[in-house]
């Protein structure tokens, strides 16, 4: 890390935190006692503060609003069975923060203040992070365009902040998947790797659709033939043939960059898998489910860590699996957890101490 930053610190008169439970509290809903703002103005980052957790206070013309200069990560902090805090490849987040903000042509976020305001922050907040298994602090950085001028250019004024919440076990029941053949999530050239807000928006249509006819989430494909996979929902996808674990490449720059994506490939060369980022073509995914070569398909993410999918709707075809007879994408669901959560070594250096 980087020189030491100044970040002020305004503390909130009392914590809405007392008497509290955090057991299973649901995710996405509540949140810590205090956040970290800072304003990019003039080409300068100015210092940043953390403050009481409060509602912002923006202009209608907001350039965010408009015209969707807006990118987010998210990221996990745990406690281990000693209670001390520890946030999960906080680093790579950064680093991918930004790569979205250069393909947005939003100003890069420094290390120190990401990294440091990220840190500060948590340990300030750290009787947020639910001392309970399956439970975590989930972090939550992101920035948008401030300009308060409604014009089609990048802008000049850009708000970064860090908010905290708290998270209980996102209970993932196994999936069905619509694989989707008319709408699109990312083409070359465009903006799928980055977490940029308005990915988020423009799924939503088709995800609706799947929905409708009893599906889960969609699986994206590629927009030219509808038959290459890209990825499902905001998880990176995974499919066991034998003994290799495929998963589609980054080369096209059409998904995201998974944390959790990376490190499951890890885990998975480490028990004996060979390891394929490759493109993926559907014709080969239902010829290996047809053969009883296909083992196992999951999605991976920081809000569920691993999905397990049992059911594939590719044009007429339904897919089904039996998850429960399955061995590896639960084990490397429990092993993860428990590198998370201390109870076994973290022998590849993923927790950074809070
Ligand atoms: C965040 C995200 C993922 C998963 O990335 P992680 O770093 O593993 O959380 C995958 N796909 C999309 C579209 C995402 O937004």
């Known amino acids: ?32 006692d205090h956040m ?25 013309s907001v350039a965010a609003l408009h015209y969707g200069q807006a990118i987010f990560e998210g990221i996990k902090a745990y406690k281990d069975p000693k209670g001390n805090p520890s946030i999960f490849r906080p680093h790579d987040n950064f680093i991918r923060f930004n790569i979205s903000a250069e393909r947005m042509q939003m100003p890069a ?3 120190e203040l990401f990294m440091q305001g990220m840190f500060q922050l948590v340990r300030l907040d750290q009787q947020w992070i639910p001392p309970y298994t399956d439970h975590s602090l989930y972090i939550r950085p992101f920035m948008f365009s401030s300009d308060e001028l409604i014009g089609v250019r990048p802008s000049d004024n850009y708000k970064f902040l ?3 919440s708290p998270t209980g076990p996102y209970y993932a029941a196994p999936m069905k998947i619509w694989v989707e053949e008319k709408y699109v999530r990312a083409v070359s050239g ?16 088709a995800t609706a659709q799947a929905r409708k006819r009893g599906y889960d989430q969609v699986l994206w494909t590629d927009p030219v033939e509808h038959r290459y996979v890209q990825e499902c929902g905001t998880m990176n996808v995974f499919f066991i043939i034998d003994n290799k ?10 998904i995201l960059a998974g944390v959790t994506r990376n490190s499951v490939m890890t885990l998975l060369q480490e028990r004996g898998f060979q390891i394929e980022e490759r493109p993926i073509d559907m014709g080969e995914v239902m010829a290996a489910y047809k053969s009883g070569s296909l083992k196992e398909v999951f999605g991976t993410g920081t809000a569920a860590t691993i999905s397990l999918i049992k059911e594939l709707c590719y044009k007429e075809t339904v897919m089904q699996f039996d998850v429960d007879s399955w061995t590896t ?16 070594d973290d022998t590849h250096g993923w927790m950074q101490p809070v």
Request: glycine share 10%.
């Open 109 to 111: 976020v420094p290390e």
């Open 162 to 164: 860090i908010i905290l």
């Open 190 to 205: 465009g903006v799928g790797f980055a977490k940029s807000a308005g990915n988020y928006g423009g799924a939503m249509y």
């Open 36 to 60: 970290l703002e800072a304003d990019y103005i003039d080409g300068q980052w100015q210092s940043a503060v953390i403050r009481p957790y409060q509602p912002l206070s923006l202009s209608p």
């Open 245 to 254: 674990a495929i998963t589609p490449d980054l080369s096209e720059g059409t």
């Open 329 to 344: 994408a639960p084990a490397i669901k429990k092993q993860l957890t428990d590198i998370r959560e201390g109870r076994i």
């Open 1 to 32: 890390m980087t020189a030491a930053m100044d970040i002020k610190i305004i503390r909130a008169a009392s914590s809405k935190f007392a008497g509290m439970d955090l057991k299973g509290i649901a995710f996405g809903k509540y949140f810590s």
